[in-house]
């Protein structure tokens, strides 16, 4: 998802399986990673409150539940992750 309209907010990617799809919109899933990738808090973060908001979106709709899975990039920052020391 990009910003629209020159806006200065964040570009991610989400892959995310059809267990998020099916009842979070594109929209949704949007306003969710974008937020939590503006306040800073990170692409792991953001994708971990995104599958929340996909398990709590099936809880309301069906008694089953799906897989649920998603993975955020953003688009052009630098990786914040801790060094690996061998």
Known sequence: ???????????FLVVASDGVWDYTSAKDAATVVGRHLQMG?????AAETLVL???????AESPDLDDITAIVVQIGSRCQ???VQG
């Open 1 to 11: 998802f990009l910003g629209e309209g020159g806006e200065a907010s964040p570009q």
């Open 41 to 45: 808090k990170g692409a792991k973060v």
């Open 53 to 59: 908001l996909a398990q709590e979106s099936w809880e």
């Open 81 to 83: 992750c801790p060094e």
